[in-house]
């Protein structure tokens, strides 16, 4: 894997720093990498508890809220503009507001951060893919599939936790629910993260053919906020988050050898 590090602003606003990491893994169940299926489960369905299991500064996470999957509908990329995102439709999306712990080495305060996450897969050629797939492999025997994707966004709750007299329903059910930012001796910082993983390359339609690629992709910005200096952060950032591509493939194996989570599809 790799990373790198780079700082924008805004509007004359205080620049953030951010930091990128891109990785490649082979499409498979062994030890070194992880299925396609495994980085479903683990990145996108389960991406709080997964990431709490093999971080060692994590030490709790709370999802005080996930909205009614109901009442989001899909969402398309406009397609009038062209490029990769062109036409694409995002589907099976889930918004959940999540705290996550973070320990940090005394005398410093635990911090808790706290986002709203925002989940869904791609979907090329709109509706829900198959039809369009299913005549790809029709036409042709041997055919690059079009590429799959998923986003993990965290965006930054602003003035949290929720003040005792909060009326809005989420912010009612995330105090019943007991924030991690409440406790004592919290420090609350801000975070916030887009990851994108991307399945590619050749598979025959009768099961053969070259093995398949997933490109994992994660940029990050954060302020854990308190006397702890934010340069000495941002030094820091690139390397943390280099070392969990390694830390996220160990646990995988340990959790595959225990038949957990998915492995194929």
């Not at 706290?114 to 042709?140: F, H, L, P």
Request: glycine share 12%; with cysteine.
């Amino acid at each position: 894997s790799s990373s790198s590090s780079s700082s924008s602003s805004g509007n004359g606003a205080k620049p953030d720093t951010w930091a990128c990491r891109h990785s490649v893994h082979a499409d498979a169940p062994r030890r070194g990498t992880a299925s396609w299926a495994e980085f479903e489960h683990w990145v996108r369905d389960e991406h709080a508890a997964s990431e709490e299991a093999f971080t060692p500064g994590v030490v709790g996470h709370r999802v005080l809220v996930e909205w009614d999957r109901q009442e989001v509908a899909s969402v398309v990329v406009d397609g009038s503009g062209g490029g990769a995102a062109a036409g694409t439709r995002w589907r099976g999306l889930r918004i959940l507001l999540v705290e996550m712990k973070h320990k940090l080495p005394p005398p410093l305060q635990p911090r808790v951060f706290s986002v709203v996450q925002v989940i869904c897969s791609a979907v090329s050629g709109g509706g829900d893919g198959r039809e369009a797939r299913d005549k790809e492999r029709e036409e042709e025997e041997d055919k690059e599939e079009e590429e799959e994707a998923f986003l993990v966004i965290s965006i930054p709750m602003a003035d949290w936790p929720p003040t005792a007299n909060a009326s809005a329903d989420w912010a009612v059910a995330a105090t019943s629910s007991g924030c991690l930012a409440a406790d004592k001796d919290i420090v609350v910082g801000m975070y916030a993260s887009v990851e994108k993983v991307t399945r590619r390359g050749r598979r025959r339609s009768g099961g053969g053919g070259g093995e398949r690629m997933i490109d994992w992709t994660m940029a990050t910005t954060s302020d854990a906020c308190g006397v702890l200096p934010l340069w000495v952060q941002t030094k820091a950032v690139p390397g943390q988050i280099a070392k969990d591509v390694g830390l996220f493939l160990g646990w995988v194996a340990g959790e595959r050898e225990r038949g957990k989570g998915a492995t194929s599809e």
